[in-house]
């Protein structure tokens, strides 16, 4: 595999195992395992997500738009 590239994603899934947990970080839930199928083309990384509302980022400069 070169630099930048991706293998083919044909037969490739993300396993993921979802829990509902308290604040105290005590599971109360178990919801099992998810497969997660590969998307074909990835979102634009500048319009695909909303900006950082965090007070660290706003604090750096970080423009929010709602």
């Known amino acids: ?8 994603s044909a037969g490739y899934t993300m396993t993921m195992r979802v829990y509902t947990v308290t604040r105290e ?18 979102p634009d990384v500048q319009d695909g997500f909303p900006s950082c509302a965090c007070p660290r980022c706003r604090a750096r400069g970080a423009v929010v738009t709602l």
């Open 25 to 42: 970080g005590l599971i109360t839930e178990d919801s099992g395992t998810r497969q997660i199928q590969p998307v074909e083309q990835l």
């Open 1 to 8: 595999m070169t630099n930048a590239t991706a293998p083919d």
